[in-house]
C-alpha cells in the first residue's frame, strides 16, 4: 500500500471521530506505540484504517494502513476508541503564561 499522508480535511474529521472514506461515526483501536494509534471504521461496509499521530490527543497526521481483508491485523477484540474530543484535558495557564 503507497503511503500516502491524509489531507487536513480528513484530519478533522478523524478528531470529530468521523471516518473520512464513509463518513460514519466510531473507530476501534488498533495497536499503539509511541505517539501513533492505528484505528479502523467501525462501519461494517468501510473498515478503513489509518495509523494517526497525535499531541495532546490532537491529529498531527495520518495514513492510510491495510484492512483485515487486504491482510492487516485482527483487531476485533480491542475496546472501542473514545473520540479525541473526549479525551482531550485543557490544563490552566501557569502563572507566569499569562503575561506573555
Given at each position: 500500500m503507497p503511503f500516502e499522508m491524509l489531507s487536513d480535511a480528513a484530519?478533522?474529521?478523524?478528531?470529530?471521530?468521523?471516518?473520512?472514506?464513509?463518513?460514519?461515526?466510531?473507530?476501534?483501536?488498533?495497536?499503539?506505540g509511541g505517539m501513533a494509534v492505528n484505528i479502523e471504521c467501525r462501519n461494517a461496509a468501510c473498515k478503513a484504517r489509518?495509523?494517526?499521530a497525535d499531541v495532546h490527543n490532537?491529529?498531527?497526521?495520518?495514513?492510510?494502513?491495510?484492512?483485515?481483508?487486504?491482510?492487516?491485523?485482527?483487531?476485533?477484540?480491542l475496546p472501542p476508541l473514545r473520540p479525541l474530543s473526549e479525551r482531550m484535558r485543557l490544563?490552566?495557564?501557569?502563572?507566569?503564561?499569562?503575561?506573555?
Open positions: 484530519l478533522r474529521l478523524i478528531a470529530g471521530d468521523w471516518c473520512p472514506d464513509c463518513h460514519q461515526r466510531g473507530f476501534i483501536r488498533g495497536p499503539r489509518f495509523n494517526v490532537q491529529p498531527l497526521w495520518a495514513h492510510r494502513i491495510e484492512k483485515q481483508s487486504e491482510g492487516g491485523a485482527d483487531w476485533s477484540t490544563l490552566p495557564p501557569k502563572d507566569d503564561e499569562d503575561e506573555i
